[in-house]
């Protein structure tokens, strides 16, 4: 029974190895920002709920799916708890730890148990002194002194093999860490670490690729850089020689998703080919990380999971808050009371912004609160942070007899004196607008009630075509002009914080419009172009180039010519459209 046991204990270790990486990827996210601190508690309870929800019972396929479903309960846990633009760096960062894992010798165990973390684990310091070879040297030895001396002879000559072993595992585990340490800062920086000047042997090579019209002096720098690097070190020569490949390479807009012709190409990795884009087409990056990351992690690690209030509050309780972390253009509060009012929490409600002195006030709210099982939001910690240390003793000694009604919401930006321990015992939320016009429309739509979208009203007069078009137009121009916000002045001359209240009422105004045509019948749409131009989204505009700019965004998603333009389902449901926004570029294209 024991070694039945034991044989099931080790089969799990490469889940717990892997456990083990993805924990050290979230303490690492700290230094990213020093709000996002994740404790050990909150790490274990998702394991735990992974263990529980894994239903496969056979040993062969159980494992693999307990680390297909850990790494994506943690990735979607912790997406949570961060800004839209860490999520796909935490994809990155979780493919890469996965990929680059040390690789060691193949007297390690059976592949079968490291297919789980999908790299190979290293050997057992008792391997190579099995007890059945140990027990059959000494009884091969004799008795007396001379068995005693046929026993040290077996423990030294297993000690001696095992040590080898053990050393040959050190060196190519120490190799693979430099080799990956090597790539990852190639990857951050475009250097290996050593020269940028290429090997006097390769220095004409060098030369003659740097005359390639197609390639950059930086590009080819980092060539010779990476060609430090296997399986590149024949890269400057296939640039060399294939001139009409890499051309065409070059231009492409997706140059991930081309083969390398020849040895170099089948030599390539996932990671190598983020690696070649990083040196001779930076600007192409992004789209090849959420490649990497597909192919190493799965396509679900590049759509980061919608921003879901319910999922955040059953991961709470009275003695862990819920934080938010405030975003540019967007409230939190809006969520909350919605949220409540959901609950029935809606009139006990008790909001306060933490100012100067307002401590004792949310002190006494969050001593009533406990015990009555009501709701209690403060607001802008970090316009208090003198208070913070109070409010930490005050979670730490919440009594045992806690309404389990009881829940502190707290709204917070990123300060780096913000109490850890606070942050620790928090479930982190951010809420801000999503990255990407596809995320933007399916977070948009996501929110639209059946019963707007299936308007009665609408329908009975017999537009609700026209009126599921400009809907998904106004939706579209919403995503444009916040996603121009990236682009700094070249979006817009000043920065606007458009908001989803925004949105929101140039719904509610389109709605309004389509339920009572006018008495010609025709849609007003130069009211509707007017109070969405010039007052919802146009009363942020002071720049009279970015008016001129917003009104001919309007134009092109939300006008008569935008009818015949705009290709939709055919199917009326709102599950048809919300398909089709999936169905988008995760990438936009530079022309959006």
């Not at 070694?3 to 080790?10: F, I, K, V, Y």
């Not at 390639?212 to 010779?224: D, G, H, Q, Y």
């Not at 970015?546 to 006008?559: E, G, N």
């Amino acid at each position: 029974v024991r070694a039945e046991l034991r044989q099931t204990r080790s089969a799990y270790v490469p889940l717990a190895e892997l456990a083990a990486l993805l924990f050290g990827v979230l303490t690492d996210l700290a230094a990213v920002d020093p709000m996002y601190q994740f404790s050990l508690d909150a790490f274990t309870s998702t394991t735990v709920a992974t263990l529980r929800r894994t239903r496969t019972s056979d040993p062969r396929h159980r494992l693999t799916e307990l680390a297909s479903n850990l790494r994506l309960d943690v990735f979607r846990a912790t997406c949570r708890s961060l800004y839209e633009r860490h999520k796909l760096l935490l994809a990155l960062v979780m493919a890469f730890r996965v990929s680059t894992a040390p690789v060691v010798s193949a007297a390690s165990e059976s592949k079968a148990s490291n297919s789980v973390l999908q790299f190979p684990r290293a050997s057992k310091v008792g391997q190579g002194l099995s007890p059945s070879s140990s027990v059959s040297s000494m009884a091969s030895a004799g008795s007396g002194d001379e068995a005693g001396a046929g026993a040290r002879g077996a423990f030294e000559s297993a000690e001696v093999g095992m040590g080898a072993e053990l050393e040959e595992d050190v060196d190519v585990a120490a190799a693979a860490r430099m080799e990956a340490d090597a790539r990852l800062h190639f990857l951050a920086t475009g250097m290996v670490g050593l020269s940028s000047e290429p090997t006097e042997s390769a220095s004409d090579l060098a030369a003659q690729v740097a005359e390639l019209p197609f390639l950059t002096s930086e590009a080819v720098a980092r060539a010779v850089q990476l060609s430090q690097l296997a399986p590149f070190a024949t890269l400057l020569n296939h640039l060399h020689l294939n001139k009409q490949f890499w051309r065409a390479w070059m231009a492409s807009g997706t140059p991930h998703s081309m083969s390398v012709p020849g040895p170099l190409g089948e030599a390539m990795s996932a990671l190598d080919t983020l690696l070649l884009v990083r040196a001779l087409k930076p600007e192409g990056v992004v789209p090849a990380v959420r490649h990497y990351v597909a192919e190493v992690l799965g396509p679900s690690f590049v759509e980061p999971p919608a921003f879901d209030l319910g999922t955040s509050f059953a991961a709470s309780s009275p003695r862990h808050p819920i934080l938010f972390l405030i975003s540019p253009g967007l409230n939190p509060l809006d969520a909350i009371t919605s949220f409540a009012h959901e609950r029935g929490m809606g009139p006990a409600l008790a909001v306060y912004s933490l100012g100067q002195g307002q401590g004792p006030m949310a002190q006494a709210a969050i001593t009533a609160a406990q015990s009555k099982g009501t709701w209690v939001v403060l607001q802008n910690c970090h316009l208090n942070l003198e208070w913070m240390p109070t409010l930490a003793a005050m979670l730490e000694a919440t009594p045992q007899d806690v309404a389990p009604g009881f829940r502190l919401w707290l709204t917070s930006k990123s300060v780096e004196a913000f109490p850890v321990s606070i942050a620790l015992s928090s479930v982190t939320v951010t809420h801000e607008a999503p990255a990407g016009v596809r995320a933007s429309l399916l977070a948009s739509y996501g929110k639209v009630q059946d019963d707007m979208f299936n308007n009665p009203a609408v329908a009975s007069a017999g537009r609700e075509v026209v009126f599921r078009k400009l809907l998904y137009g106004i939706n579209a121009f919403h995503a444009v002009v916040v996603e121009r916000r990236k682009f700094g002045p070249l979006g817009f001359t000043i920065p606007y914080e458009f908001s989803e209240a925004d949105l929101s009422i140039c719904q509610r105004q389109l709605v309004a419009a389509m339920e009572e045509p006018g008495a010609d019948g025709r849609i007003p749409f130069e009211a509707l172009h007017y109070l969405a131009g010039e007052v919802n989204y146009g009363g942020r505009v002071t720049d009279a180039h970015d008016r001129r700019l917003l009104a001919a965004l309007l134009r092109t998603y939300f006008s008569r010519e935008a009818l015949s333009s705009v290709v939709l389902p055919d199917e009326p449901g709102l599950a048809e459209y919300v398909a089709h926004i999936k169905a988008l570029p995760a990438t936009d294209a530079p022309a959006v």
